[in-house]
């Protein structure tokens, strides 16, 4: 049983350590009902965890914190969208620094005839080598104020752009490609009346991906070489028997 209590807020927060991290899985962009965790994450031995909805600019006075770094937000509805941060502590006296926000979304808030947005990439061919520049494209509709970008695995929006004239789609530029980007990449994006549904499928443009099709092919090459020289062993020895 989680022991909850209610902690002053000091002034002074312990600087000298780095702000929580705060993460969910799978991703910040829910569904009404589901059942959602957030994870405070320090690298020190923080024995309290706090958890605040950013609906001001000034910290708040009290925190209510928690031993466990893992915050239940519960069954999900419109009223936990917005953004949020979390605080780690060792005791009554003295919390951290913030984590950096985390934005939870409600797909739900969007219209069923919403239109997915749509993913491309413009640069050397549909599959980056080391090294190398790409561009990748989120398209939505007239009226779309932001774009995010997700990379599967992070569970924040990898990047957020807004939207180029005449509103309807985002650049999001990776000017060299290194092992950080490999991966596979979703955009979506928010107008007044909501956000929409992620891009349809996974997008992944990076080398790895197609040194994974080529070891692949190979293991196929080398299957099909071993059935060809199986049978040629075969004949070879029906023909000794017979003669």
């Known amino acids: 049983q989680v022991l909850l209590c209610i902690l002053k807020l000091n002034p002074s927060p312990l600087r000298m350590y780095r702000k929580p991290s705060l993460s969910t899985q799978p991703g910040s962009l829910v569904l009404p009902g589901d059942n959602l965790t957030l994870r405070c994450r320090s690298e020190a031995s923080f024995g309290s965890f706090a958890l605040i909805k950013d609906e001001r600019l000034s910290p708040p006075l009290r925190l209510e914190g928690q031993q466990s770094p893992d915050l239940t937000l519960g069954w999900m509805s419109c009223t936990h969208r917005g953004r949020y941060r979390c605080y780690s502590g060792h005791n009554s006296y003295a919390w951290s620094d913030p984590s950096a926000p985390l934005d939870i979304l409600i797909t739900a808030e969007v219209p069923l005839s919403w239109p997915r947005s749509r993913l491309s990439a413009q640069g050397p061919g549909t599959v980056v080598p080391w090294g190398s520049p790409i561009t990748i494209w989120c398209q939505g509709t007239p009226g779309a104020q932001e774009f995010h970008l ?23 530029s990776i000017y060299y490609m ?4 490999t991966g596979s990449y979703q955009c979506y994006y928010r107008t007044p009346a909501g956000w929409s549904e992620p891009s349809s499928g996974a997008s992944d443009y990076t080398q790895g991906n197609v040194l994974r099709l080529g070891l692949a092919g190979l293991v196929l090459i080398s299957l099909g070489a071993l059935v ?3 049978r040629h062993s075969q004949n070879r020895a029906s023909g000794h028997v017979w003669a």
């Open 178 to 181: 290194g092992q950080d980007h």
């Open 228 to 230: 060809v020289f199986d």
């Open 150 to 172: 997700d990379k599967e695995g992070i569970s924040v929006p990898w990047n957020r752009q807004k939207p180029l004239e005449p509103g309807v789609k985002a650049k999001f």
